[in-house]
């Protein structure tokens, strides 16, 4: 499985767009992009995935650059609620795989 | 309401005192999943399971088992607790692999 590497910290203004990276440089064909988030302790929560053409949903924009070695999630109008651990993963989406986090960015968001 | 739900979601132990945490969910999901997280090193995947009777080690598997007689149930055993099993442990279901997983809330673990 792809290794991803994150920001450990960024912080974002409320009503702003919040932009976190991700970088996935030996992302393989059959690899998604995942991102989820943590707040406080609590389980993790999914919030979009893509494989190479831009997704958006109600929660977030997620931007794939062509090439497939990097990623940007987008938080449209950060809130303070929005203030989480955000995980990228590079994983196909076969069950027979497993599943690497890695540690995260911290996103803060400031009044 | 679609859920998975962990038992206990706190627990003090002993070393060497077998316990069980237990992991069920109600969406019918085919995989799923347990992780650990200790500070400054994110979630780290410790067993997963593709389906009945279908398990493989994820990152960190030593020190513990798991079994999954039923689609619902997947339970993380500790044979022999040692205190650097102390962590946060999550149990996860989707559909397929990472797509969408669902996790439950969490159970705090200390081994003294």
Not at chain 1, 36 to 53: A, E, F
Not at chain 1, 93 to 109: E, M, Q
Request: hydrophobic share 30%; glycine share 6%.
């Amino acid at each position: 499985d792809a290794k991803t590497t994150q920001p450990p910290s960024m912080d974002c203004a409320e009503g702003r767009a919040a932009n976190l990276p991700c970088n996935h440089s030996t992302i393989s064909g059959n690899e998604y992009v995942y991102w989820y988030r943590q707040i406080h302790s609590q389980g993790p929560q999914y919030i979009i995935h893509g494989l190479k053409n831009n997704e958006t949903n109600e929660m977030a924009s997620l931007i794939i650059t062509e090439d497939r070695k990097s990623s940007t999630l987008i938080l449209p109008h950060a809130t303070l609620r929005d203030t989480a651990v955000y995980y990228c993963i590079a994983a196909p989406k076969s069950s027979a795989s497993k599943i690497i986090f890695g540690s995260g960015t911290r996103l803060s968001i400031r009044p | 309401e679609a859920q998975v739900t962990q038992n206990p979601r706190y627990l003090i132990t002993v070393t060497g005192k077998k316990l069980t945490v237990t992991c069920s969910q109600n969406m019918n999901h085919e995989y799923m999943s347990w992780y650990r997280q200790d500070p400054g090193l994110g979630l780290r995947q410790i067993y997963y399971s593709m389906n009945v009777e279908v398990t493989d080690k994820g990152d960190v598997p030593e020190g513990y088992k798991v079994s999954r007689k039923e689609k619902r149930n997947f339970p993380l055993i500790l044979e022999s607790p040692s205190p650097n099993q102390t962590s946060l442990y999550f149990c996860a279901s989707s559909r397929q692999g990472a797509e969408t997983q669902y996790f439950g809330p969490g159970t705090r673990l200390l081994v003294l």
